[in-house]
């Protein structure tokens, strides 16, 4: 049961560390 919830706290980090950089840079280019 812990794997799964690491497994998923990981993926949620991956996710906002992806989205966060296309963020800033959309803000940038605007």
Do not use: D, Y
């Not at 690491?6 to 980090?13: C, K």
């Amino acid at each position: 049961m812990k794997s799964i919830v690491i497994v998923a706290f990981l993926s949620i980090i991956i996710t906002i560390g992806g989205i966060s950089p296309v963020f800033a840079s959309s803000q940038l280019e605007v």
